[in-house]
């Protein structure tokens, strides 16, 4: 029997004879039928096609720390994962909730604090937090919303059982492989799109751009609206270009920009042109060489005080990067009562803050069952997965916890569920999780589906494209 | 168009053409050393080659002795060499990389699986068996990367941008083919030689810019000097010529015209008209290779003056 929960096969003790063994779940079935058809060949010559495709498309991404202008292949895998719509309808309930608290709680910090006065969250838990700009405190960004692009990490432990891992609110990525998986698997298999009601997704970015438009500042009526990248040599400079060129905007560079008479321009072939609204896939570290990081040249010299003075639109703002902090995790169902006053609809994985003594010493004594994870860490680095660990990984850990303790969490080792995946042995389970893109805007709006990765190693959870994950295309079946 | 895409879009059109004319180049000699001609003519042909694109203390300083072998891996394949074939198409892409979103999914493709299959060809025994099947390639390419810009890109500033590159550089380039060649010519005393060995050697010239068969449909006659100059130079319904380029030049600049370009414009006009209105007695009379220096100087002014007014990003 099967210790995760399987995406496609439950177990049944009815069948077989009552000898037990697995079933298909409804929802798979007609995939699943059809799969059994496919000779191993058809299969195999569709994956080649695929990468071949991806390589000559240049769907690709660099690596941090090889060498600049190495791309690489993110692993595409044609078995899609399949969530039917009554799940798809909870998640969404559950997600646009959660994203409308945590947009309150970043308009709250900055402004009246309510939050903190309630004694709900520590305020040294908000002040000490590496990513709160007190630059922001009494700000107004248009309509109120800071986390315009959110890519919350969703994982599932049983039916209709989502775990929300994490909450990407600052620059996540990954949404360009979601709708080039679902192009893909379009032009591979075009016969699975007529045996199976799938809910498109390839509107994405017509929605961004809507948003993106809507938040534009007080007064513009036709906002001019640009993707901002770090330049090619980023990790997710595909994505950029592509969502730029999706939009029919401009991708531009910080030098491309220059603040001027308390606005933003671009450097045009026809002079200078005004700028409102600024999609950055930049960190806050690096916008303003005179308000952050000095020496950052990806930035534009002056910006925050155009957007201080709400002149410009950044997406997603400065300093929402405090909400999705690994510290402020523990208290997002919280923050859901107190803005909403509703229960949260997605689970919050139970975590250990070790700045707390006895979380600390629970997490000390069960090391080797847990997963510990840096406060500020991200991509899968700076982690200890307990269970996959040797001892002298534990211990080092263990060091770590000791001489910071508040620069860790620890939460137990989720059952990730798995889905069916192709491996060099065949078809074998991997853990997979769900990335989900909400927009906010005037309203809450998302693609119906995400972004699934999963984890190709055998038994490994890390699921993150650096650390070799790949990706598949996820379906919600309309009824 | 931002300044820096427009910039991209300029280069990746310059190096793509400069690959074409390289190839186009390396061709021609490659077949005019297949007839027969003294080992001190095929050395001066090979040298003319890094004469043309000013690549001979370079390759000096690499390799010393001069072979066939050694001057075809500089020109194709050497990385360190910044015109090689292969850096220009490596650069080409990298361009267009950088504003692939400004370009159609096409031409993106063509520039990636360009330099894609480049790296497999290179790889491959190609160059050392059938070097001319490799050119023909990099001139397949180059036509198709025209083709689909033309055949999917909406014609906006991108596109002229992208014309004046290819144009600009093929101006470049042809002049300088016809210079080298003029003064391989002198060099080597021809003109006295046997008219039956011209033949083979300004043909090779003709070809190696698409001109042959353009010749004996525009003069129906033998092939002499005098009129090969007049068609790579003069001629407006030849498509390499330098008319012909100053024509694209002239009209895609005024494409894009700005507060500053005036100028520039002005400059580009009075090169087109010089060459509209000369005749080619004229320009033989004063020196061929005087009035081509001097129009390459110009060519050199010109992508410059594009470069002020349009690319490098203005300041606040």
Known sequence: ?479 | MLSRTADHLFWMARYTERAENTARMLDVNIQTSMLPQSAEDAERGWRAMLGISELQSAFDHQYGLLTKKDVLDFMVRDPMNPSSIASCLKEARENARAVRGTLTTEVWETQNATWLDMQERLSDTILENDPSQFFEWVKYRSHLSRGVTLGTMLKDEAVHFIRLGTFIERADNTARILDVKFHGAKESGRGNDSLQRDFYYWAALLRSVSGFEIYRKVYRDVITPERVAELLMLRGDMPRSLLACMDEVVANLKEVRNDVSADTERFAGKLHAELQFARIEEILAEGLHDNLTRFLENIFDLGNRVSRDFLVPLAA
Not at chain 1, 429 to 441: E, K
Request: glycine share 8%; net charge negative; with cysteine.
């Open chain 1, 1 to 479: 029997m099967a210790k995760f929960f399987n995406e496609m096969h439950a177990y049944d003790a009815a069948v077989n004879g009552g000898a037990g063994g697995e079933l298909t779940r409804e929802h798979y079935r007609e995939f699943c039928n059809w799969l059994a058809q496919q000779p191993a060949e058809r299969l195999k010559r569709k994956r080649a096609e695929a990468d071949l495709s991806f390589r000559r498309v240049g769907i690709t991404f660099a690596v941090y720390g090889d060498d600049a202008g190495t791309e690489r292949l993110i692993p595409f895998d044609i078995i899609p994962r399949i969530i039917h719509a009554g799940e798809w309808a909870q998640l969404q309930k559950g997600l646009a909730q959660r994203v409308q608290a945590l947009n309150m709680f970043i308009h709250d910090i900055y402004h009246d604090q309510n939050i903190i006065k309630a004694g709900i969250i520590p305020a040294e838990q908000i002040y000490k937090n590496a990513q709160y700009r007190p630059e922001m405190q009494g700000i107004s960004v248009a309509s109120d919303i800071y986390a315009h692009i959110a890519g919350v990490d969703i994982v599932r432990a049983g039916e209709g059982e989502f775990y929300v891992l994490e909450d990407n609110l600052r620059v996540p990525s990954g949404v360009s492989y979601m709708l080039e998986d679902r192009k893909m698997m379009m032009r591979l298999f075009p016969e699975l799109f007529a045996r199976n009601k799938i809910a498109p997704v390839d509107h994405y970015p017509d929605m961004l751009l809507d948003n993106l438009r809507s938040v534009a500042p007080m007064g513009v009526d036709n906002p001019t609206v640009v993707v901002m990248t770090p330049g090619m040599y980023n990790s997710a400079y595909f994505e950029h270009a592509f969502l730029a060129q999706q939009m029919g905007v401009e991708l531009v560079e910080g030098k491309d920009l220059f603040v001027n008479d308390n606005a933003v321009f671009m450097r045009t072939t026809r002079g200078p042109k005004r700028v409102d609204v600024i999609y950055r896939r930049i960190d806050d570290d690096f916008l303003d060489p005179l308000a952050f990081r000095p020496d950052s040249s990806l930035g534009v010299p002056g910006l925050l005080s155009v957007y201080r003075a709400g002149r410009v639109t950044l997406a997603n703002a400065i300093g929402t990067g405090v909400a999705d902090d690994k510290s402020i995790y523990p208290f997002v169902p919280d923050m859901v009562r107190f803005y909403l006053t509703e229960e949260p609809i997605l689970n919050n994985v139970p975590t250990y803050q070790c700045r707390k003594p006895d979380d600390l010493s629970y997490t000390l004594a069960n090391l080797g069952d847990l997963v510990v994870k840096e406060v500020h860490g991200a991509g899968g680095y700076g982690m200890l997965v307990g269970p996959a660990s040797t001892k002298a990984q534990i211990e080092d850990f263990r060091q770590r916890l000791l001489a910071k303790p508040d620069g860790y969490i620890a939460q137990p080792t989720l059952a990730l569920s798995a889905c069916p995946t192709f491996v060099e042995s065949g078809i074998a389970p991997r853990h997979i999780d769900l990335r989900p893109f909400v927009l906010s805007g005037k309203t809450i709006s998302m693609v119906p589906g995400g972004l699934t990765r999963v984890a190709l190693q055998e038994g490994s959870l890390v699921v993150n494209s650096s650390q070799g994950g790949g990706t598949k295309d996820t379906w919600i079946l309309e009824n």
